[in-house]
């Protein structure tokens, strides 16, 4: 069975830190483009970033540059999504999507093979 899970969310105020992690088990993920999405209640779902699975290139949405880092670490079948500086406007469930292969070229509107059920982040003061 395929399965990617995150975890790490939770409550925080403006300015402060979460790591996020996706994990995934009956795939190598190390072999596999990883992505993060968010969705905030009652809006559409947004793409965040993306890394790759060739290279570990990635893919920043503006709104995130400079705040969020992306990183793989292969051997232990994880993603990262460090998140620093958060905004109240980063509030959401935030979901990681994987694919075999390939880079981040339209990743925003691709459909994903492989989705977890999400984790919550909350920014409040």
């Known amino acids: 069975q395929v399965q990617v899970a995150e975890s790490g969310g939770g409550v925080v105020r403006p300015g402060g830190s979460l790591r996020l992690s996706c994990v995934a088990s009956g795939l190598p993920l190390g072999y596999y483009v990883v992505a993060w999405f968010r969705q905030a209640p009652g809006k559409e779902r947004e793409g965040v970033s993306c890394?790759?699975?060739?290279?570990?290139?990635?893919d920043y949405k503006d709104f995130v540059k400079g705040r969020f880092t992306l990183t793989r670490d292969n051997a232990r079948n994880t993603v990262f999504l460090q998140m620093n500086d958060l905004k109240p406007e980063d509030t959401g469930v935030y979901f990681c999507?994987?694919?075999?292969?390939?880079?981040?070229?339209?990743?925003?509107?691709?459909?994903?093979?492989?989705w977890g059920q999400g984790t919550q982040v909350t920014v409040s003061t």
């Open positions: 890394i790759s699975s060739s290279d570990f290139s990635t």
């Open positions: 999507a994987a694919d075999p292969y390939g880079d981040c070229s339209g990743w925003e509107t691709v459909s994903w093979d492989h």
